[in-house]
Structures are given as structure tokens and as C-alpha cells.
T-cell receptor, first 111, second 115 residues
Framework: QQPVQSPQAVILREGEDAVINCSSS?????VHWYRQKHGEAPVFLMI?????EQKGHDKISASFNEKKQQSSLYLTASQLSYSGTYFC????????????FGTGTRLTIIP | NAGVTQTPKFRVLKTGQSMTLLCAQD?????MYWYRQDPGMGLRLIHY???????AKGEVPDGYNVSRLKKQNFLLGLESAAPSQTSVYFC??????????????FGPGTRLTVL
């Protein structure tokens, strides 16, 4: 079953902050975050592992709440280059061998 | 390194025709995946492989077949194309799925239209 992402879409002005959420109905071992720009392939941002620490990537960070089976992606002081669709991918159990992706959150940054 | 490459980039088929999409990676990755991406649906896994000679079904395998005869190549076949298979197809590969080494690298995609 696909994880649920919220919001589905968000429009921000440059410099504003955003939070994208990813929730699963099943216990998770890890959560991946990817960004896809229009017409391009998804690009890896970060992995959060069960029992691991909050990760950061430039001004993009994420957290993973294992008990609530959810992850959140935080974009701070957004830049125009952050525009795109963000996907979470969930791995249910170590060695599960595959990810299940959410339906995505479209982020638009305007000047 | 070329990373993950896909051929062709675009293709138009008529209903009932067959075709094969080729994915190649030069990173010596064990795992390879085929996804389809449709508007509002995200990325859905069709088939995947955890090593040369192995394949397994993903979420939406019906109407597709795959083969992994060489470690660097993963082929996706459509035996009898249907309009419902109109989509953008992405191939991806990863070193493994253990811990921090399971970042997936995606190819540029193949846009397939079935008339």
C-alpha cells in the first residue's frame, strides 16, 4: 500500500519554509526522499533508517518517527531550485528489497 | 561513468504490438528496478531484480515481463501493448538494500504511448 503524502501541492515564496509529510499504515524500516524536476528523473535526497538520527542535506532536513510510522521533510529558506515534486519511498522491514513510493508533493517556489 | 541509461527515450506503439525497453548500468549494482509513472500516481514498481538471473514481481506486474541475463542489463518487455500501458517508464539501480547503501539511481526515462 502506498504511503500517503501531504500536502499534495504547495506554493511558496522564495525564503519561506515548508514541511512535507509521509505516512504509512505499516511499520517501516527506512524512508527515502527523492526530488523530481519536471521532465527529469527522480534524484535521491536522503535516507532515514529505523533507530537513526535526523538527517540533513544543505537546508533540507528530515525526521523519522518510527512509532507513528511517518516521516517529515523540512525545507528551510526555500530557494527557486527547490521547485519540483518530492516523493517519499518506504521500505517495510530490513531486506524487503524494494521501496513503495508515495504519490508525491508538488512544490512551487516563486520569486 | 554513464550511470543508468535507458533506450529508447520515446516510442509510439499500436495496440497489440510488442516491444522491449533496455536499461543498462555501469555502477556494478546488484539491484535493478522498473517503475512506471502516471500523473497523480507517483512511481509504481513493476518488476525488480536482486541479482543476475533473478527477477521478482512488484506492485503492477501484469502485462510485463523482465529478464536479467547480465548484471548490468535489465530488460522490460511488453508482449501485447494496451493503451493502459501508456506511461513514463523509469529504470533504477542500487548497490544493495542494506543500511545506507540503498540509494536508487534513476535512468532518464522512456515515454511510451500506446494508441
Amino acid at each position: 500500500q502506498q504511503p500517503v503524502q501531504s500536502p499534495q501541492a504547495v506554493i511558496l515564496r522564495e525564503g519561506e519554509d515548508a514541511v512535507i509529510n509521509c505516512s504509512s499504515s505499516k511499520a517501516l524500516y527506512s524512508v527515502h526522499w527523492y526530488r523530481q524536476k519536471h521532465g527529469e528523473a527522480p534524484v535521491f535526497l536522503m535516507i532515514l533508517l529505523k533507530g537513526g538520527e535526523q538527517k540533513g542535506h544543505d537546508k533540507i532536513s528530515a525526521s523519522f518517527n518510527e512509532k507513528k510510522q511517518q516521516s517529515s521533510l523540512y525545507l528551510t529558506a526555500s530557494q527557486l531550485s527547490y521547485s519540483g515534486t518530492y516523493f517519499c519511498g518506504t521500505e517495510q522491514g530490513f531486506g524487503n528489497e524494494k521501496l513503495t513510493f508515495g504519490t508525491g508533493t508538488r512544490l512551487t517556489i516563486i520569486p | 561513468n554513464a550511470g543508468v541509461t535507458q533506450t529508447p527515450k520515446f516510442r509510439v506503439l499500436k495496440t497489440g504490438q510488442s516491444m522491449t525497453l533496455l536499461c543498462a548500468q555501469d555502477m556494478n549494482h546488484e539491484y535493478m528496478y522498473w517503475y512506471r509513472q502516471d500523473p497523480g500516481m507517483g512511481l509504481r514498481l513493476i518488476h525488480y531484480s536482486v541479482g543476475e538471473g533473478t527477477t521478482a514481481k512488484g506492485e503492477v506486474p501484469d502485462g510485463y515481463n523482465v529478464s536479467r541475463l547480465k548484471k548490468q542489463n535489465f530488460l522490460l518487455g511488453l508482449e501485447s501493448a494496451a493503451p493502459s500501458q501508456t506511461s513514463v517508464y523509469f529504470c533504477a539501480s542500487s548497490y544493495s538494500l542494506a543500511g545506507n547503501y540503498n540509494e536508487q539511481f534513476f535512468g532518464p526515462g522512456t515515454r511510451l504511448t500506446v494508441l
